[in-house]
């Protein structure tokens, strides 16, 4: 009986297992950011999920020419491309749809905050920016983008 119990116990405590690590990758793909002007792939490396700008609405500066991280406080990133920027990094699965201890960066200020994901939905998420405290902050609204196969 106690055999029956443990085997019993050893399937149960797998598929549950088995289950919430199929949650920890959904926010793995592309996403387009609440404003629309950009879409961002997020991977996940290693334990950590980061995420690159992969398109722009408006690519090209008023020269015509591929738009750059003018406003990076490193004065030696300024020449850094947005197209292929890391615009959040360094997010670790906490919970089920919750995602913590990233932060993301803003191109157009130059600002790095402190940033905590939720998935909403398969297809939405919220991604909330901050300083400090979490209570401190804004959340933009991210929406899946279907891969063309």
């Known amino acids: 009986m106690k055999k029956l119990l443990l085997i019993t116990v050893t399937i ?3 598929l549950f297992t088995a289950f919430a690590q199929q949650n920890n990758d959904d926010i793995v793909g592309v996403w387009e950011t609440g404003n629309g002007k950009a879409r961002v792939k997020i991977d996940k490396v290693g ?10 609405k408006e690519p090209l500066s008023v ?13 030696n990133k300024r020449n850094t491309p947005i197209l292929g920027l890391r615009l959040v990094g360094g997010f670790k699965w906490e919970s089920e749809n919750r995602w913590e201890g990233g932060t993301i960066y803003d191109p157009e200020t130059g600002n790095e905050y402190k940033c905590n994901i939720t998935l909403v939905d ?3 998420m919220n991604i909330r920016g ?3 405290i979490s ?6 609204t991210w929406k899946r983008v279907e891969q063309k196969k």
């Open 130 to 132: 901050y300083i400090g």
């Open 135 to 140: 209570m401190f902050g804004r959340t933009d």
């Open 47 to 56: 334990d950590y999920y980061f995420g690159r700008i992969i398109w722009l």
């Open 12 to 14: 149960i405590s797998s």
């Open 63 to 75: 020269d015509g020419k591929p738009k750059v991280d003018k406003n990076n406080k490193d004065v």
């Open 122 to 124: 398969k297809n939405t």
